[in-house]
C-alpha cells in the first residue's frame, strides 16, 4: 500500500472506533434507570440562602484582564491589541447588549 492509502486507511478506522466507542456510550447512559425524584424544594431554599448570603456585589460587566506575556513572539501582537483598545471595545459590545431586566 502506499502512503495516502494507509493513512486514510488509519483516519477510517479512528473514526470507525470513535463513533462505536460514542454508540456504546450513548447506549450504556441510556440504559441506567433515572434516580428517584427527591423533594428538592428544602435543598433549593437553602442553596438560595447561601447564594444570597455569599454573593458579592457584582455589577455583572465583562472586565477585560491582561496577563503577563510568556513568549515574546506574542509581544507585538499584545500591544496592538491594546493600542487599539479591541478587548475594551468587545468588552463593551457585550455589556451593553446583555443587559438584563434584573440583576
Known sequence: MN???LSSLAVITI????AAASCIYRSSRDSEPSP????????NVSLT????EDKKSDTGDFI???LEI???RY???DRQLKEVKLLEKAADKLNRSLIL???
Do not use: G, L
Not at 428517584?36 to 435543598?43: R, V
Not at 440562602?49 to 444570597?52: L, P, T
Open 3 to 5: 502512503r495516502i492509502q
Open 15 to 18: 473514526f470507525v472506533v470513535a
Open 36 to 43: 428517584a425524584p427527591t423533594n428538592s424544594t428544602s435543598k
Open 49 to 52: 440562602k447561601k447564594f444570597v
Open 64 to 66: 477585560v484582564q491582561y
Open 70 to 72: 510568556k513568549n515574546s
Open 75 to 77: 509581544d507585538e501582537i
Open 101 to 103: 431586566p434584573y440583576d
